[in-house]
């Protein structure tokens, strides 16, 4: 089971709002035909999915039955686009 912890701004519930340490953040998901979660977006609530304040994350679904889960660019930042997740790297 996953340990979450309470204090981290992210979250597995798509399109929500919610805040952690004095910052909120909205929250976008794209899942797959499957329905399983592909990419995870974060950004101050206001952001268009246009701009680029978005942190998103990637889920990598292994034949093993575990995830990957890899970052736009291999980093934690908020400067990506949300429309442009397809063409990042994940890392």
């Known amino acids: 089971m996953l340990q979450r912890n ?3 701004i992210r ?3 798509p399109d929500v709002i919610h805040s952690a340490d004095n ?7 794209a899942p797959n035909a499957q329905g399983n ?5 974060e950004a101050p609530p206001g952001t268009a999915k246009s701009d680029p304040f978005w942190r998103i994350t990637k889920y990598f679904y292994n034949v093993d039955g575990s995830i990957d889960i890899r970052f736009s660019g291999g980093t934690l930042k908020f400067d990506y686009v949300w429309d442009n997740r397809e063409t ?3 890392g």
């Not at 979660?37 to 977006?41: L, M, N």
């Open 6 to 8: 309470p204090d981290d």
């Open 11 to 13: 979250t597995l519930t």
């Open 23 to 29: 910052m909120t953040i909205k929250s976008y998901s």
């Open 37 to 41: 979660i592909i990419y995870i977006g």
């Open 88 to 90: 990042y790297q994940y």
